[in-house]
């Protein structure tokens, strides 16, 4: 048993430690060449398998982790029944609206500030302290001083999502300003631009790839945020199911929110990285 | 009649503790109506800082440009650049790309078009309008940058080394029709290259240029551009005796200067 354990490591580094040969119709050498959808969905099958395997032999608590089949029946009477007196859709939706108007707001202001912040040394002196500052701070350590000052109500919610979406889109379309080649600009001025056409007509533009990828970093900061803005004063929310259902310990709706938050980020990420395909086309081939 | 006047331009940098770097020192020159100028020279001749200066993306420490009396200030639409790459827009087709300049200028899109469309045939262009322009080969891409660069009608057109990214064979194809673009235009042209033998074919007059500090050591008048207009064989002149002996005087003088180069 140990000897062919020894013998399969020693064959993985022996892979590992010489040349592949090469196959035809494939480039040589490419980092991570191959397809990973097959693995994935295997792992995701196995995932859930092991899971149900755990809680069937009774291994697990349900306290601590309750069957798959448990989280959909959770579902399913939260679909029924509501939680806390609000339906599922409300929840659902409430959280929605926190998550992406704070998202909408951060892009409508970070972006042309990041744009800023990369043109323009005064509006860079200016913002840069600031951001720095809070960007690292846990929201969490943050949260008491939002709610003293704007209040418990949903205001506070927002701004504390859109704090955390702010600083990662700011940063990509402060990067972004220099995906634009010196080459492009001056052609642009040496049509007799004036500098708000070359913003606008150059260097957006070529800054619209690395904002894409700042929107996917910044919408995920925002669900994560979600929970920690719900924790006070909410009476409805996914992140309010979580933590409330958490206090009554009851680990199927705690699950079954955790899984709907993933769906909806990663489905939206999705749409994101579609819509990307859509406008920036050329991203890495300009 | 002079159009474009260099005068006395010189153009350096401080360097703490030591005395200045001349990238240019008194730089003398005038381009005239329809003259082909070609820079060439060892590298760190100053061959793009003085076409900066022209183009205006630069100003002068000393002396002044001027073209057609007026004093060149900074970058405009009298004087077109063509880049030797990443100049183009990816996020715009072809036709959008050739209109660009025209776009900026406030000009309608149906006249946008109709110049843009004139200068993609020219070119010959016409059935890559709707392409992508990462998605054409590196000639295809200069041509997009020439016709974009024309657009605007510029007295002159600046060429940064616009071919040094090709291949051997498609360079020769683009100095043809380059040759002929400027004949039917009438531009007055700078062109920079490394290539010797491209310079020599090309230009009307050739400008060596010798490194630290950056000036014009050798000009020279070129008449082989005239004989590719009248014979229509480019191989043939660039295979003449009169070409192969320009060529090895002006390599000798850029072996020299590389020569200093190293033993500096």
């Not at chain 2, 003085?50 to 205006?56: C, K």
């Not at chain 2, 880049?83 to 072809?94: D, E, G, I, R, S």
């Not at chain 2, 480019?234 to 000798?252: C, G, M, Q, Y």
Request: charged share 15%; net charge neutral.
């Amino acid at each position: 048993m140990s000897d062919t354990h020894t013998n399969s490591g020693n064959a993985f580094w022996a892979g590992l430690m010489k040349a592949k040969p090469a196959k035809p119709g494939e480039i040589y050498g490419v980092p991570g060449q191959g397809d990973s959808l097959k693995i994935s969905a295997f792992v995701i099958a196995a995932l859930i398998f092991f899971w149900w395997l755990v809680t069937y032999a009774g291994l697990i608590k349900p306290l601590f982790l309750p069957s798959p089949m448990g989280v959909i029946n959770a579902l399913l009477t939260m679909l029924r029944e509501g939680f806390t007196g609000v339906s599922f859709w409300e929840h659902t939706w409430v959280s929605t609206l926190r998550v992406f108007g704070a998202f909408l707001l951060a892009c409508v202001i970070g972006i042309p500030l990041g744009i800023a912040m990369g043109m323009n040394p005064i509006a860079r002196g200016i913002f840069d302290p600031p951001i720095e500052f809070y960007r690292p701070i846990p929201p969490l350590a943050y949260l008491p001083l939002m709610i003293i000052w704007f209040g418990i109500d949903e205001l506070s919610k927002v701004l504390l999502i859109f704090l955390s979406v702010l600083a990662p889109l700011v940063l990509g379309a402060r990067a972004g300003v220099r995906s634009a080649a010196i080459e492009q600009i001056h052609a642009a001025y040496s049509f007799g631009a004036t500098r708000w056409q070359v913003i606008r007509m150059v260097v957006l533009p070529a800054a619209m790839p690395e904002i894409f990828t700042a929107m996917r970093v910044g919408i995920g900061f925002g669900w994560t945020t979600l929970v920690a803005a719900e924790m006070v004063a909410a009476t409805s929310g996914l992140g309010y199911t979580v933590l409330s259902a958490s206090r009554f310990l009851q680990t199927d709706i705690v699950i079954m929110g955790i899984v709907v938050i993933a769906i909806i980020a990663y489905a939206f990420d999705h749409l994101v990285r579609f819509v990307e395909r859509r406008v920036v086309p050329w991203k890495g081939r300009g | 009649m002079t159009a474009l006047a260099i005068k006395n331009a010189s153009v350096f940098y401080p360097v703490p503790g030591k005395p200045p770097v001349h990238a240019l020192k008194n730089i003398n020159l005038e381009i005239f109506e329809k003259e082909f100028v070609v820079a060439l020279g060892a590298s760190g001749c100053g061959k793009s800082t003085l076409l900066n200066l022209i183009a205006g993306f630069m100003a002068p420490s000393e002396g002044e440009i001027s073209l057609n009396g007026r004093v060149v200030t900074g970058p405009g639409a009298d004087r077109s650049v063509v880049f030797q790459k990443h100049a183009l827009l990816p996020w715009l087709n072809v036709l959008d790309n050739v209109a660009f300049g025209l776009k900026i200028q406030g000009h309608n899109q149906d006249k946008r078009e109709g110049i843009a469309r004139e200068f993609i045939k020219l070119l010959g262009l016409e059935q890559f309008e709707q392409s992508a322009t990462y998605e054409l080969s590196g000639g295809m891409q200069q041509r997009v940058g020439i016709a974009r660069a024309l657009t605007s009608d510029p007295a002159i057109l600046l060429m940064d080394e616009p071919l040094g990214a090709l291949d051997a064979l498609t360079r020769e194809r683009a100095q043809e029709l380059i040759l002929k673009v400027w004949r039917d235009t009438g531009k007055m042209v700078f062109f920079i290259t490394h290539s010797v033998e491209e310079a020599l074919f090309m230009g009307t007059k050739l400008i060596v240029m010798s490194p630290r500090p950056g000036r014009i050591s050798h000009v020279f008048d070129l008449p082989f551009s005239q004989r590719y207009f009248e014979s229509g064989n480019a191989r043939a002149i660039k295979a003449s005796a009169e070409f192969i002996a320009l060529r090895e005087e002006v390599l000798k003088i850029i072996f020299a200067d590389e020569a200093g180069a190293i033993d500096e």
